[in-house]
């Protein structure tokens, strides 16, 4: 019983600074005649605890460079750049300006579509964002070719949070790890659905069948039998040993997996085929 006086304490402190952060923002946009866009995914997180446990779980380091999607009204913004060397902002709607005209130094704001323009730098090694959820998929998808970031922080909802970690290929790509579940009365205004931060970091050391997957999408434009083929003798030049192309094609006719699906490209191919593929032996 001795801890429950300080946690309702703790509780109090949240709800004063979460009321206080809303009451500040919906100032600042009446001001403007302003509101957040649903249509556009905004949903402001204005919980100072959630703040502190994205700031916590990116490791943030004195080099880092951060680019951060979505500043919104660049709360999150100022307390990253305060930890790392820089913040790459990225904003997709304009009308937010005036959010964000009091930024440090240490944050270059850029008004563009994130997918569009990400994928154009590697100057960054980190990755945080409060996710316009209609973009979490695309996200990873653009993770999955990203080899310039070591560590992804990211709000998501909820649901996705689970799919993704079973899912098949992003799986194979990375460790994805549910930080804590964050409730609506978090973000203003309040989504539909109960959300959460997950860490996404790349696999040190993937298995045979992950590897596969791994370069099985990187080769998206390739029929499945080709770009297995080639990924097989990937892995067996990764594992030190030799496999010719007929080898190949003795191991890919073993597996069991139609002709007409093996000369399906692979961009086209359904999860399923993946997740077969996880749980067949190569070498």
């Known amino acids: 019983m001795h801890g429950l006086p300080e946690k ?16 500040q923002l919906k100032e600042r946009l009446q001001k403007q005649h302003l509101s957040p866009d649903v249509l556009k995914d905004q949903h402001f997180c204005i919980d100072e605890t959630i703040f502190q446990t994205i700031l916590q779980t990116a ?24 930890k790392v060397k820089k913040v790459i902002a990225v904003e997709i709607d304009r009308s ?14 850029v008004f ?39 560590h ?33 009365e978090a973000f203003y205004p309040q989504p539909k659905v109960l959300s959460a931060i997950i860490t996404i970091s790349p696999l040190e050391e993937p298995t ?12 998206r434009d390739k029929k499945l039998r080709n770009g297995l083929r080639d990924a097989l003798i990937d892995l067996y030049k990764k594992r030190e040993r030799t496999l010719t192309k007929k080898q190949a094609a003795a191991i890919i006719s073993s597996v069991h997996l139609s002709e007409k699906m093996l000369d399906t490209l ?17 070498i």
């Open 8 to 23: 309702l304490n703790k509780y109090k402190k949240r709800i004063i600074l979460t009321m206080n952060g809303l009451a």
């Open 266 to 282: 692979i961009a086209k191919l359904p999860l399923g085929v993946y997740e077969e593929l996880l749980h067949d032996t190569f």
């Open 96 to 109: 937010l300006t005036f959010l964000l005209d009091d930024l440090p130094k240490n944050v270059e704001l």
């Open 59 to 82: 490791e943030l380091k004195k080099n880092d460079v951060v680019a951060e999607i979505g500043p919104g009204p660049g709360i999150l913004t100022k307390a990253i750049a305060q």
């Open 152 to 184: 992804t922080v990211l709000t998501v909802p909820n649901a996705f949070a689970s799919k993704v970690q079973r899912h098949p290929i992003f799986s194979s790509f990375f460790e994805i790890t549910l930080i804590k579940e964050v409730p609506k």
């Open 112 to 150: 563009a579509n994130a997918l569009a323009y990400l994928p154009r730098r590697t100057d960054f090694n980190k990755l945080i964002s409060n996710l316009p959820y209609q973009i979490c998929e695309p996200i990873l998808q653009y993770l999955t070719k990203a080899k310039n970031i070591e």
């Open 208 to 219: 045979d069948s992950q590897y596969l997957i791994q370069k099985l999408h990187l080769q």
